[in-house]
């Protein structure tokens, strides 16, 4: 189904609903509004009968109250004629008539219902009209009586009542209340009660009386579900003057109305005479008539006692309602207000449905769209899958299958055949003949029928056709409340996984091999300190056994002093790992099974896994080091070899001494010249005393003993050695050195200093075959975290530097990784053992010291050797972090405003040195240019040259070297000052390149202090 037809479907589906949504609504509706409007109808006629009643007591309440009026009227009329008559003077009985007027007057203003009274004499003569705003006499009183009533009013008795039938006035004063009714009665003088004296007559407008019966002043209809009320005379003469002026424009709509209506409310009217109340239909409108019957006031003669109403000739009234909705069913409903929000509510509820029940048949057809495209790519998916997918009966017959299956299926029956070859049974070639549960054993159908799900390698091996494949087998049952409905079976290709699995295996196994064949004992190591990983070397070199080294902890592979202590390096090695190689190490010590402690070398190197895991590679080194001793040995022979020649002329020329001087004591002795003879025997002496400390000291190098270390005076022991190597360099080799006062002391092994600097010196020789000059210097080094980026792998701390310099050919930046390597040499074959750095570097090692090698092709070698100086203990690195050293201190409190004010031009052909000292300068203020060549160096003088303050370069650059670069500077620019750094002392490189242009150097490596006061010393002042 595609969308839009379920666009459509749903649309469909909605208008349906609908449909017979408003159907059963509305035909619900018109049952309920039939009940209804007969119950409205029963309800109006109830309530116009009520109404009619209503009106029916209070006019009749009304008519009593006004002929209680009209009767203290009578009284006072009675009264005050009887003053008049009795009063002798006219003009006193004619003010007393005009103030009986003037009551009247009042007493009409107190009474707006009487709109008007007339006063009659006997024979019905006007003698006043009285309003409540005038006064008119007989001559101005315009009021005619009907005839008919004046008969009637001039029979009354006196205590008798004439009520009139509705009166339409002509009079323009009375346009407002043109309807009235008139009530007369007779009054007599109280002297004679039985004597008539005239007649008193009141209008009373009948919108007086009507009005105070309903509230039409607030525009409210007195019944609710009629929409118009009117109170009409029979003969319908009310109905275009209607009394109850708020329903005017309704009588006006009425009396415009179709003779229909006329003749319709004349025959309801005649009718309800006679029956009371008449209901009926007129156009469209139910129309309902009640006829309103007065009661008779009773007669009584007493005092007090109302007058009787002996004439009622008030015209009949009828209370018309006409119904606020249609006779017609459907024109009711409209009209019907109340009903209104029920049918918005039908129509709402139903739209609602509707909308509902459109949306969920969308939904449903969505989803069902939705189902068949999964169904459709699950089917395109199971088709396309690589898996042979298939479902059988219960039976074994296959009933759905994708295209792998259908692939596989002939495979399986040929396998299927050649296990049944020598059988008799039928052939199952065909695919259709295949059969799930002939793949599986009784015992697997068995545990099939369980609902069990069964798992299976296949293998089918190779042929003409197809190789050989792996299969994995799924078969499970598909079942409903425990019930078999069918068989489901997936295969999948696992010949790459098998493969690659057998290609595992055997990898696995070569690094095993590997791991176990290696030479160095390799522990893995967890977090815990526990060994997990070990190969054989490990168990031959500490004599565990495999299941030994299961749970061991590496501690345990130490002697016993270090194992406390090594738990806290673990742990924080394990919180920072890094790699550690062999050669970075110092001299370690194991202990193996046996409790036997030896020497060992260990690299660490942590394995980038969650685990933490670190690779420990351990070397015992007891034979090398017995190697090694016989080499150290072998070299010191070798410098004896050397020694032999220098050895051999030095004890000639003591032994000629010592000779010399015996024979001259002897001859002394001759002459009897005994303190002559004496000097000379002492001569012999001291000469003699140099031959055995000579000899002692050939002896000491030439035996083979342990490191013995010792405190050493360092001024004391170079000027001794100094002797000593003049024997073994060349006549044209000159020797040069420099020791700085107050040098602290060292601890090493005596002799072994000897021979490592014999060694440095005899190599110093042979660079320089046609002479040359060594220099050999004792400072003072403080190393720090700060020298850290120039190179240096030194702990930090105070280090004693003994240097020995060269100006030979220098060492190619190529063999300098390598120089310190046993049996490497770069002399010719049979000039060298390539053993004597090598010993240097171990003995330096040893010592808890280092040797560094700084040295340029055609400019020399220096070779530095640190020792830790006694009774100044070495620092972490976190300690001299922020401890500053006086020179540092005295740089800190220069002022980074003045430097501001002075240009650099830095010159190095090493990028990092240069880098670190343009951020050391540039941190304090310097403005600094930095070249790393001599051509750049001098582009940017010509170009700033005039703004530069300083120079500072390397000495040793390819192209043109630092000094070069100075005099080129000197010539372009003789006002620049040109300092220089270099690792070579500044006598050896003075000799060297045979300038008179003064040479001041900073001695690399160097501190950010000492930079920075090599610095402002040789600044310009400004």
């Known amino acids: ?559 016993e002093r270090f194992r406390h202590n090594h738990v806290q390096v673990r742990e924080n090695y394990m919180h920072r790992p890094r790699m550690r190689l062999m050669q970075d190490a110092a001299l370690l010590s194991a202990q193996n099974k046996n409790g036997e402690v030896f020497p060992i070398e260990a690299s660490l190197n942590a394995v980038k896994s969650d685990d933490k895991l670190v690779v420990c590679t351990v070397r015992d080194i007891r034979e090398r080091q017995r190697i090694q001793q016989q080499l150290n040995q072998a070299q010191k022979m070798d410098a004896i070899g050397k020694l032999t020649g220098g050895i051999a002329h030095d004890f000639n020329n003591l032994i000629a001494i010592i000779v010399g001087n015996l024979d001259l004591s002897e001859v002394y002795l001759e002459k009897n010249n005994v303190s002559q003879a004496h000097q000379s025997i002492k001569k012999a002496q001291q000469v003699t005393e140099r031959a055995t400390n000579l000899t002692k000291r050939l002896l000491a190098f030439a035996r083979k003993q342990t490191l013995a270390p010792e405190k050493i005076h360092l001024k004391t022991l170079l000027e001794a050695e100094l002797e000593m190597i003049e024997r073994v360099v060349s006549k044209q080799v000159r020797l040069h050195l420099q020791v700085n006062d107050n040098l602290p002391d060292i601890t090493a092994d005596r002799l072994e200093f000897q021979t490592a600097l014999l060694n440095l010196a005899i190599n110093a020789n042979d660079a320089m075959p046609d002479g040359g000059d060594i220099f050999i210097q004792a400072s003072m080094s403080e190393i720090s975290e700060e020298q850290s980026f120039l190179g240096e792998s030194l702990k930090a701390g105070e280090y004693v530097v003994v240097s020995v310099t060269d100006t030979g050919s220098g060492i190619a930046k190529a063999e300098q990784d390598r120089i310190f390597e046993p049996f490497y040499t770069n002399k010719p074959v049979g000039k060298g053992t390539g053993l004597g750095l090598s010993m240097v570097y171990g003995f330096m090692k040893q010592s808890n010291g280092q040797v560094k090698l700084y040295s340029e092709v055609g400019i020399g070698s220096s070779f530095s050797l640190f020792f830790p100086a006694v009774n100044t203990p070495q620092k972490g690195a976190e300690q001299l972090l922020y401890e500053p050293t006086p020179v540092q201190h005295q740089a800190n409190q220069m002022s980074r405003a003045n430097h501001k004010r002075y240009r650099l031009l830095l010159v190095d052909d090493e990028y990092e040195l240069l880098s670190l000292a343009q951020k050391c300068l540039e941190s304090v203020g310097y403005h600094v240019i930095c070249a790393n060549s001599s051509q750049a160096a001098i582009h940017e003088i010509e170009n700033h040259g005039s703004q530069i303050d300083l120079v500072f370069s390397d000495v040793i650059m390819p192209e043109k070297n630092g000094l070069q670069l100075a005099e080129q500077i000197h010539n372009l620019f003789p006002d620049i000052p040109v300092i220089f750094s270099s690792g070579f002392p500044e006598e050896a490189l003075q000799q060297h390149q045979q300038t008179d242009y003064p040479i001041k150097i900073l001695k690399k490596p160097y501190r950010k202090a000492e930079l920075l006061d090599y610095i402002e010393q040789h600044l310009p002042k400004k």
């Open 1 to 559: 189904m595609k969308q839009s037809s379920a666009l459509r479907y749903s649309l469909l589906i909605g208008l349906a609903t609908l449909s017979l949504g408003v159907l059963i609504s509305f035909t619900m509706l018109g049952f309920f509004v039939h009940s209804q409007y007969q119950q409205d109808n029963q309800k109006n006629q109830q309530l116009l009968n009520n109404e009619s009643r209503f009106v029916e007591h209070l006019m009749t309440q009304r008519l009593r109250s006004f002929q209680q009026h009209l009767a203290l009227l009578q009284k006072n009329l009675s009264t005050n004629q009887q003053l008049i008559d009795q009063e002798a003077s006219a003009e006193i009985a004619k003010q007393l008539q005009t103030l009986q007027y003037q009551q009247l007057q009042t007493f009409i203003q107190t009474h707006p219902h009487f709109s008007e009274i007339i006063l009659f004499d006997k024979q019905m003569r006007n003698r006043a009209e009285i309003f409540s705003h005038s006064i008119q006499n007989a001559a101005q009183s315009t009021f005619q009586l009907n005839p008919e009533f004046s008969n009637e009013i001039q029979q009354l008795q006196p205590n008798d009542i004439f009520l009139s039938k509705l009166q339409l006035d002509t009079l323009n004063a009375m346009q407002e209340n043109r309807t009235f009714i008139l009530m007369a009665t007779p009054y007599t003088n109280n002297a004679k009660p039985s004597v008539t004296q005239g007649y008193i007559a009141v209008k009373i407008s009948l919108q007086e009386l009507l009005l105070p019966l309903y509230p039409f002043n607030n525009d409210k209809t007195p019944i609710n579900h009629l929409m118009n009320l009117w109170i009409l005379e029979r003969n319908l003469s009310a109905l275009s003057i209607n009394p109850i002026t708020p329903l005017w424009e309704q009588m006006n709509s009425l009396s415009t109305a179709s003779s229909d209506v006329f003749t319709g409310l004349s025959e309801m009217l005649t009718r309800a005479q006679k029956e009371g109340t008449q209901t009926r239909p007129i156009e469209n409108h139910q129309y309902q008539v009640r006829a309103i019957q007065l009661q008779q006031v009773p007669v009584k003669n007493t005092h007090n006692a109302l007058p009787h109403t002996v004439i009622d000739h008030f015209t009949p009234l009828y209370l018309i309602g006409r119904s606020a909705y249609s006779a017609d069913i459907t024109t009711y409903i409209l009209q019907t207000p109340q009903l209104r929000p029920m049918i918005y509510g039908i129509l709402l509820l139903n739209l609602l449905l509707t909308i509902l029940i459109t949306v969920f048949a969308w939904r449903h057809a969505k989803n069902k769209i939705a189902r068949d495209k999964d169904n459709n790519l699950l089917h395109h998916f199971i088709q396309k899958a690589p898996q042979a997918v298939m479902v059988a009966n219960a039976n074994g017959e296959v009933q759905l299958s994708n295209q792998s299956a259908l692939n596989l299926i002939p495979r399986l029956l040929a396998e299927q055949n050649a296990q049944k070859k020598h059988s008799h049974s039928a052939s199952i070639e065909k695919p259709e003949n295949f059969n799930l549960l002939s793949q599986l054993s009784s015992d697997e159908q068995y545990k099939l029928f369980q609902l069990e799900t069964l798992f299976k390698r296949i293998y089918l091996p190779a042929d003409n056709r197809y190789s050989g494949k792996y299969f994995y087998c799924k078969i499970f049952a598909i079942e409903h409340n425990h019930e078999l409905l069918a068989i489901g079976a997936t295969y999948s290709d696992q010949t790459q996984i098998e493969e690659a699995q057998q290609h595992l295996k055997e990898t696995q196994e070569r690094i095993s091999a590997i791991f176990d064949s290696a030479a160095d004992a390799i522990l893995v190591v967890n977090q815990q300190g526990t060994i997990i990983e070990h190969n054989v070397t490990a168990e031959q070199m500490f004599g565990y056994s495999a299941e030994e080294f299961k749970g061991l902890k590496v501690e345990q592979l130490m002697p």
